[in-house]
């Protein structure tokens, strides 16, 4: 089983623009997250594919390997679909480029699911993680998942979800983080799939999997991620880093 990771990374980003080339460390964002992937040898190959010269010429100069898009893309999925469809492989590991602290524990329990009992059902998995601070469950910024029993994703939101009615029940709330693996056709029939209404309105791309019947493993992680939308997300980084790298 060939598997590569890509690493879709748009220099504009409405929320906070020119965000993956802000200096996290003594390295940018997107560098970090690359060398992260690299780092954990699980990858035949890692690209980072992007719309951006700017982003493009950092990998490259830095010894790393860099796609440029041929077209505009609404996500990064679709971003990905372009890049892959001529690449030998089976699984494609999509690890967003504000994601910067990648670990090989995580994402080697999220590629196990493919070698599961269930594989034949799951198009696609990701990663969610137990989230307690009420800021971080009303925050917009971090997305929210519902599973069923058996770890399929039943939807994924921007809102609090579960939400809980009476405050005297114990209510699990999981984050989503930005890391997707799919199988090559998976992905490929993602990018002929028309924008979802849900997708459309929550800006989720995995809503377009779910309204269109695909299935979604998700495998829980106790790693410490951060996802970066904010300069305040980037602050928190870099004062996370301090200790991550001690």
């Known amino acids: 089983m060939k598997i590569i990771a890509m ?21 940018t964002v997107i560098l970090t997250t690359y060398e992260a ?6 990858f035949s190959e890692v690209y980072v594919v992007t719309d951006s010269e700017i982003i493009a010429t950092e990998i490259i100069n830095n010894g790393g390997k ?9 996500c990064g999925s679709d971003r990905i679909a372009e890049a892959v469809a001529d690449i030998a492989c089976d699984i494609i590991l999509n690890v967003q480029g ?23 059902k799951i198009d696609l998995a990701s990663i969610r993680t137990p989230i307690t601070n009420a800021e971080d469950i009303n925050n917009p910024n971090c997305v ?30 999981y984050k989503h983080v930005g890391i997707y693996a799919f199988k090559k ?10 924008m979802s209404p849900l997708e459309t309105a929550e800006k989720i791309e995995c809503l377009r999997f779910l309204e269109n019947g695909r299935q979604i493993k998700m495998v829980i992680s106790n790693e410490t991620t951060f996802g970066i939308d904010t300069p305040e997300d980037l602050a928190k980084a870099n004062e996370f880093l301090k200790h991550y790298s001690n």
């Not at 599973?147 to 039943?154: I, L, M, P, V």
């Open 185 to 194: 056709q998976a992905i490929l029939d993602f990018k002929k799939l028309e």
């Open 7 to 27: 690493i879709p990374a748009r220099y504009e980003a409405s929320r906070f623009p020119a965000k993956l080339m802000q200096p996290l460390g003594d390295k």
């Open 66 to 74: 860099a796609i440029m898009s041929k077209t505009p893309h609404e």
């Open 98 to 120: 504000d994601e910067p602290f990648t670990n090989r524990k995580s994402l080697e329990n999220l590629l196990a699911v493919f070698k599961g009992t269930d594989s034949y």
């Open 37 to 42: 992937t690299v780092a954990t040898r699980l």
């Open 144 to 173: 929210k998942v519902v599973t069923g029993e058996d770890g399929f994703a039943k939807y994924f939101s921007r809102a609090p979800i579960p939400y809980n009615r009476t405050d005297d029940t114990d209510v699990l709330y």
